[in-house]
């Protein structure tokens, strides 16, 4: 903790120039980039022109990886090495895959998370994520020609932690400065919401290539707020597909296709599925390895019925956003589509039935995500905006540990406003119980074998008390990314014992520099200096206000050994930054940090009150 | 829990609304969205991770203290907390026979309806249970504003919470004829 500068409201720190910063739509199927240019939200095309870049990677045995069109391209011919799809996979383990039929990667069961064989040696869905984001990265630090200061990396509002937390690992792997995972159907609303000046409730029907997500959010005067969120982290445009593939087999007496005649179907099955939603019928052909000839006609009604429960399954979720909302259909103003899968003739029908009114649709349902997501991302990276607005999101799933007998006890219940925390006590049940075990869940059922599992730790060195006397207090943190973070305190006998957990599936910084390590030397020794330069603003800046912050309130809250030990923190944090060593000069901001906790909470106190107290909050209305 | 972050005043002064269970939803909102709109992680997103942390454990705070003034049954615990009076919701199980056996019908007749697929039942009861609330929480506002009888809002909050755990289960069987 440092000092915090709590400056004007409505006034910035410093003037500064326009940073550069982009909106990024990791999508299942396609993924693009986007940002602000002359106030303007612009998705950023590559040197053809195209705005999506498909998101496959293939794994080639020099070493080299192709992203997007090219790997697309060879996905028949190549299907083990060319992973589609990927993000299916974050944050899963092999268990979590429902059907891995027609799926034709070498799948490698990993704790934690899945990984996947290929010729180039195994990788992960993280580092799979992270090549297409490199591609996007590059090709927004040309177009916009500099570097750029951050990201807005779009998750499934229904993604839960550990997929999350995949999502963050794999920009950090890119090299991307992550400002804030946003929502994707939230960021679908800002790009509506700012657009259409709406006041109102809204309903945001996402249907992605393999995710579904409902958010109801209520606008108004500047403020998006999320009442509720529901979805389906396995559900997309991919299980269309799947359903035409499993009628071709049927239909042709096909069994047991190898990995090409796999993905050559399921591609043909895809183009039929997009050919649907503008005519009646479509012909299917595709000509197998084995000399086999298939050719189908498939009707818009057929796959209207072979579809229609995975239509029926979005409904679901709507309805318990809605009651999680406290709402009814008719309380709901307009509903916003979004999602390449909303263009289907049967699921625009489905949704304008249950809502009972047309879904809008006058943006484009592929990039609205990213368009909404930039526009977020200029406003974090520090630029001025003409018009503020608040952005309120929530957390979907419910957060819980386990109990006796297996049972999930929940702290922080679904659809809490983030960030938020909550603690909780805990005691001892047998005498001299020096450990105790903690299991983090998350999820809505009662059962833990149910939930999804998010960390498992002890808490050791409590001291021997008889049973029920030590007081165990843990606290879940989720910040505005949605990341949660338990620590754990013994409170009963005065002896602090202090954990902070980091969940057991998130990358450490240790796997994340092998990672990099394992790519070129020349995309390290850009982190490298990537790193040194961070610390050193971040050292300089320290410095800086701690040196204002003494000059400002040193002698008043400061005794005189207070003010030399703070001194002589910085003359060592001087010392590492004349190093050029980015580990060292961290070290040295973090023990700044640690000796001016107590001097920062006595000034933040200080300024809070004062800000706060000084005036009545009606003051502070519309600054 | 962000709790060695200590702001002085208490829920109610942080957003400048009076000591009161009857409040003005959107005074509060209102509020706390001027509020959110100084502390919020977007706010601080280009600052350092010293800063961005500093907000977080604002905004939390702010959180916790729109969603304990927003439910009813929330405030009005807090409000009582902030008289000195301990809700006992934990220990205090002697609640009036009547209400009891209420309770035990109204149960019966959730469990009904749920094993029975009763949609429109289940609404029915909702609505009615809504209503029951209501009028619990009126009276909550007549105890502890007008009368100051803290002991008897006490009891309305014990109350308040058996409704509270009949609605999870009315929603929790909703949620299982979704399946």
Same mark, same amino acid.
């Given at each position: 903790?440092?000092?915090?500068?709590?400056?004007?409201?409505?006034?910035?720190?410093?003037?500064?120039?326009?940073?550069?910063?982009?909106?990024?739509?990791?999508?299942?199927? +396609?993924?693009?980039?986007?940002?602000?240019?002359? *106030?303007?939200?612009?998705?950023?095309?590559?040197?053809?022109?195209?705005?999506?870049?498909?998101?496959?990677?293939?794994?080639?045995?020099?070493?080299?990886?192709?992203?997007?069109?090219?790997?697309?391209?060879?996905?028949?011919?190549?299907?083990?090495?060319?992973?589609?799809?990927?993000?299916?996979?974050?944050?899963?383990?092999?268990?979590?895959?429902?059907?891995?039929?027609?799926?034709?990667?070498?799948?490698?069961?990993?704790?934690?998370?899945?990984?996947?064989?290929?010729?180039?040696?195994?990788?992960?869905?993280?580092?799979?994520?992270?090549?297409?984001?490199?591609?996007?990265?590059?090709?927004?630090?040309?177009?916009?020609?500099?570097?750029?200061?951050?990201?807005?990396?779009?998750?499934?509002?229904?993604?839960?932690?550990?997929?999350?937390?995949?999502?963050?690992?794999?920009?950090?792997?890119?090299?991307?400065?992550?400002?804030?995972?946003?929502?994707?159907?939230?960021?679908?609303?800002?790009?509506?919401?700012?657009?259409?000046?709406?006041?109102?409730?809204?309903?945001?029907?996402?249907?992605?290539?393999?995710?579904?997500?409902?958010?109801?959010?209520?606008?108004?005067?500047?403020?998006?707020?999320?009442?509720?969120?529901?979805?389906?982290?396995?559900?997309?445009?991919?299980?269309?597909?799947?359903?035409?593939?499993?009628?071709?087999?049927?239909?042709? +007496?096909?069994?047991?296709?190898?990995?090409?005649?796999?993905?050559?179907?399921?591609?043909?099955?895809?183009?039929?599925?997009?050919?649907?939603?503008?005519?009646?019928?479509?012909?299917?052909?595709?000509?197998?390895?084995?000399?086999?000839?298939?050719?189908?006609?498939?009707?818009?009604?057929?796959?209207?019925?072979?579809?229609?429960?995975?239509?029926?399954?979005?409904?679901?979720?709507?309805? /318990?956003?809605?009651?999680?909302?406290?709402?009814?259909?008719?309380?709901?103003?307009?509903?916003?589509?979004?999602?390449?899968?909303?263009?289907?003739?049967?699921?625009?029908?489905?949704?304008?039935?249950?809502?009972?009114?047309?879904?809008?649709?006058?943006?484009?349902?592929?990039?609205?995500?990213?368009?909404?997501?930039?526009?977020?991302?200029?406003?974090?990276?520090?630029?001025?905006?003409?018009?503020?607005?608040?952005?309120?999101?929530?957390?979907?799933?419910?957060?819980?540990?386990?109990?006796?007998?297996?049972?999930?006890?929940?702290?922080?219940?679904?659809?809490?406003?983030?960030?938020?925390?909550?603690?909780?006590?805990?005691?001892?049940?047998?005498?001299?119980?020096?450990?105790?075990?903690?299991?983090?869940?998350?999820?809505?059922?009662?059962?833990?074998?149910?939930?999804?599992?998010?960390?498992?730790?002890?808490? /050791?060195?409590?001291?021997?008390?008889?049973?029920?006397?030590?007081?165990?207090?843990?606290?879940?943190?989720?910040?505005?990314?949605?990341?949660?973070?338990?620590?754990?305190?013994?409170? *009963?006998?005065?002896?602090?014992?202090?954990?902070?957990?980091?969940?057991?599936?998130?990358?450490?910084?240790?796997?994340?520099?092998?990672?990099?390590?394992?790519?070129?030397?020349?995309?390290?020794?850009?982190?490298?200096?990537?790193?040194?330069?961070?610390?050193?603003?971040?050292?300089?800046?320290?410095?800086?206000?701690?040196?204002?912050?003494?000059?400002?309130?040193?002698?008043?809250?400061?005794?005189?050994?207070?003010?030399?030990?703070?001194?002589?923190?910085?003359?060592?944090?001087?010392?590492?930054?004349?190093?050029?060593?980015?580990?060292?000069?961290?070290?040295?901001?973090?023990?700044?940090?640690?000796?001016?906790?107590?001097?920062?909470?006595?000034?933040?106190?200080?300024?809070?009150?004062?800000?706060?107290?000084?005036?009545?909050?009606?003051?502070?209305?519309?600054? | 829990?962000?709790?060695?972050?200590?702001?002085?005043?208490?829920?109610?002064?942080?957003?400048?609304?009076?000591?009161?269970?009857?409040?003005?939803?959107?005074?509060?909102?209102?509020?706390?969205?001027?509020?959110?709109?100084?502390?919020?992680?977007?706010?601080?997103?280009?600052?350092?991770?010293?800063?961005?942390?500093?907000?977080?454990?604002?905004?939390?705070?702010?959180?916790?203290?729109?969603?304990?003034?927003?439910?009813?049954?929330?405030?009005?615990?807090?409000?009582?907390?902030?008289?000195?009076?301990?809700?006992?919701?934990?220990?205090?199980?002697?609640?009036?026979?009547?209400?009891?056996?209420?309770?035990?019908?109204?149960?019966?007749?959730?469990?009904?309806?749920?094993?029975?697929?009763?949609?429109?039942?289940?609404?029915?009861?909702?609505?009615?249970?809504?209503?029951?609330?209501?009028? &619990?929480?009126? &009276? &909550?506002?007549?105890?502890?504003?007008?009368?100051?009888?803290?002991?008897?809002?006490?009891?309305?909050?014990?109350?308040?919470?058996?409704?509270?755990?009949?609605?999870?289960?009315?929603?929790?069987?909703?949620?299982?004829?979704?399946?």
């Amino acid at each position: 903790m440092a000092l915090l500068q709590i400056s004007e409201p409505g006034l910035s720190a410093a003037p500064h120039q326009h940073r550069l910063a982009v909106g990024i739509d990791l999508g299942t199927t +396609n993924s693009l980039v986007a940002t602000v240019r002359n *106030g303007i939200s612009v998705v950023l095309n590559d040197a053809e022109g195209r705005a999506l870049l498909p998101s496959v990677v293939r794994y080639l045995a020099d070493g080299n990886v192709q992203v997007g069109e090219s790997a697309q391209a060879m996905q028949s011919e190549d299907p083990i090495n060319t992973i589609i799809s990927a993000k299916r996979f974050m944050g899963r383990g092999l268990s979590d895959i429902r059907d891995t039929l027609g799926v034709p990667y070498r799948f490698v069961d990993a704790p934690g998370m899945l990984q996947l064989r290929t010729v180039a040696g195994v990788k992960s869905p993280v580092e799979v994520s992270a090549e297409i984001l490199k591609v996007l990265r590059a090709r927004a630090e040309e177009a916009l020609a500099g570097e750029l200061v951050g990201a807005v990396i779009t998750v499934p509002a229904y993604f839960d932690d550990a997929q999350r937390q995949a999502t963050k690992d794999a920009a950090r792997l890119a090299g991307l400065n992550v400002l804030r995972l946003l929502n994707e159907p939230t960021a679908a609303a800002i790009a509506y919401g700012l657009d259409n000046a709406s006041e109102g409730v809204y309903a945001v029907y996402d249907l992605g290539g393999g995710t579904f997500d409902i958010s109801i959010l209520k606008l108004s005067r500047g403020v998006f707020e999320v009442l509720a969120t529901n979805g389906n982290s396995a559900l997309g445009g991919d299980d269309f597909d799947q359903r035409i593939y499993c009628w071709l087999l049927e239909k042709n +007496n096909l069994s047991a296709l190898n990995a090409q005649d796999t993905r050559l179907l399921l591609t043909r099955a895809r183009a039929s599925k997009e050919d649907l939603t503008k005519h009646a019928e479509t012909s299917l052909t595709a000509l197998l390895s084995g000399g086999e000839t298939i050719n189908s006609m498939l009707t818009r009604q057929d796959f209207h019925v072979m579809s229609q429960n995975l239509v029926a399954n979005t409904l679901q979720p709507v309805r /318990r956003a809605l009651r999680d909302a406290g709402l009814k259909v008719e309380d709901i103003k307009g509903v916003v589509m979004v999602g390449g899968s909303t263009r289907m003739p049967q699921v625009q029908r489905a949704v304008a039935e249950f809502f009972r009114q047309t879904p809008l649709t006058n943006l484009d349902p592929d990039k609205v995500v990213a368009l909404g997501a930039a526009i977020q991302a200029n406003v974090l990276a520090g630029n001025r905006s003409a018009d503020d607005w608040l952005l309120l999101d929530v957390i979907p799933l419910s957060l819980g540990i386990e109990t006796m007998g297996g049972l999930t006890e929940k702290i922080i219940p679904r659809n809490s406003t983030i960030p938020t925390a909550r603690a909780q006590e805990f005691t001892t049940y047998k005498d001299g119980q020096t450990a105790m075990s903690i299991h983090v869940v998350q999820g809505e059922r009662e059962l833990v074998s149910d939930c999804r599992s998010l960390a498992k730790f002890d808490l /050791r060195g409590i001291p021997p008390m008889v049973a029920g006397a030590a007081r165990i207090r843990i606290t879940f943190q989720v910040d505005a990314d949605g990341l949660l973070n338990v620590s754990a305190l013994e409170t *009963g006998s005065g002896v602090e014992a202090h954990i902070t957990v980091k969940p057991s599936y998130g990358l450490s910084d240790t796997e994340i520099t092998r990672m990099l390590q394992d790519s070129n030397q020349h995309a390290q020794d850009d982190m490298l200096a990537r790193a040194l330069r961070e610390q050193q603003v971040d050292a300089e800046q320290l410095i800086e206000a701690v040196e204002n912050a003494l000059v400002q309130d040193g002698a008043e809250l400061l005794n005189q050994a207070g003010q030399t030990r703070i001194r002589a923190s910085m003359d060592g944090l001087r010392a590492a930054l004349q190093t050029a060593d980015h580990q060292a000069i961290k070290r040295a901001i973090a023990a700044l940090n640690d000796t001016t906790v107590t001097f920062a909470q006595a000034r933040m106190d200080k300024s809070v009150s004062h800000a706060l107290g000084g005036r009545k909050i009606t003051d502070l209305e519309g600054v | 829990m962000p709790v060695s972050f200590n702001f002085q005043q208490n829920f109610f002064q942080l957003f400048g609304l009076p000591e009161h269970f009857r409040l003005d939803n959107a005074q509060l909102d209102q509020q706390y969205h001027a509020l959110q709109t100084q502390v919020h992680p977007d706010k601080f997103a280009h600052l350092s991770e010293a800063e961005r942390r500093m907000s977080m454990q604002m905004a939390t705070r702010t959180n916790e203290a729109y969603q304990t003034l927003h439910e009813p049954v929330r405030r009005a615990r807090y409000l009582l907390g902030l008289r000195g009076v301990d809700t006992q919701e934990e220990t205090n199980t002697a609640m009036p026979m009547d209400f009891l056996i209420e309770q035990m019908e109204w149960r019966e007749a959730v469990e009904e309806a749920r094993q029975s697929g009763d949609v429109v039942e289940l609404e029915k009861l909702e609505t009615r249970l809504r209503h029951e609330v209501q009028l &619990l929480q009126e &009276l &909550l506002a007549v105890k502890i504003d007008d009368e100051h009888s803290y002991a008897a809002a006490a009891e309305g909050v014990r109350k308040l919470k058996f409704l509270e755990k009949l609605a999870e289960e009315i929603v929790s069987a909703f949620d299982t004829m979704d399946n």
